[in-house]
T-cell receptor
């Protein structure tokens, strides 16, 4: 079966750094996405990893280890607007461009 | 922002009534998807389309049907709504096909559907 695990909730302080982990067990792999979703809004794309290593985009970085079935999203210099859910998603190599989503990690930022 | 419009944005209806949700895109993307999002479950795929009149089931397709008669429109129908179908429904589109493409799915603003 397909399974994506990430923590349900995390709390961090404004200005700090937080790492959100994601582990996956899927029958095949064609890349991993991170999405941000503010309460009551649509998910928005943050990053994509298909090769091992770190991808950096401003304050956000995403890491992938395919051999370990593991990824993390690193958020630096946290701001109050970063309070949101973060969704880890794996692209399947079967069928037509299907993406399997984890349940999301709700991140609370404290002042 | 990707040009995706979902309608209606909110709907309250009664058990047993038919409901149709519409997704309209202006991006001319090939792939369109319907998801539902519920607490504790995350986003789950209901149906998707890989071209005009080409559709397939996702993981939670029971009780739902879809149609795509034009590239820009993807309709989701609940033939006889049940309370278990109360949810937030998201439409998504993507440009790419198979393989290790970095093209993400882009989401509409969602439809909040309540079935009483």
């Amino acid at each position: 079966g397909q399974n994506i695990d990430q923590p349900t909730e995390m709390t961090a302080t404004e200005g700090a750094i937080v790492q959100i982990n994601c582990t996956y067990q899927t029958s095949g792999f064609n890349g991993l996405f991170w999405y941000q979703q503010h309460a009551g809004e649509a998910p928005t794309f943050l990053s994509y990893n298909v090769l091992d290593g770190l991808e950096e985009k401003g304050r956000f970085s995403s890491f992938l280890s395919r051999s370990k079935g593991y990824s993390y999203l690193l958020l630096k210099e946290l701001q109050m607007k970063d309070s949101a859910s973060y969704l880890c998603a794996v692209r399947a190599p079967w069928g037509d461009d299907k993406i399997i989503f984890g349940k999301g990690t709700r991140l609370h930022i404290l002042p | 922002d990707a040009g995706i419009t979902q309608s209606p944005r909110h709907k309250v209806t009664e058990t047993g009534t038919p409901v149709t949700l519409r997704c309209h895109q202006t991006e001319n993307h090939r792939y369109m998807y319907w998801y539902r999002q519920d607490p504790g479950h995350g986003l789950r795929l209901i149906h998707y389309s890989y071209g005009v009149k080409d559709t397939d089931k996702g993981e939670v397709s029971d009780g739902y049907s879809v149609s795509r008669s034009k590239t820009e429109d993807f309709l989701l129908t609940l033939e006889s709504a049940t309370s278990s179908q109360t949810s937030v429904y998201f439409c998504a589109i993507s440009e790419s096909a198979k393989g290790a493409s970095n093209q993400p799915q882009h989401f509409g603003d969602g439809t909040r559907l309540s079935i009483l």
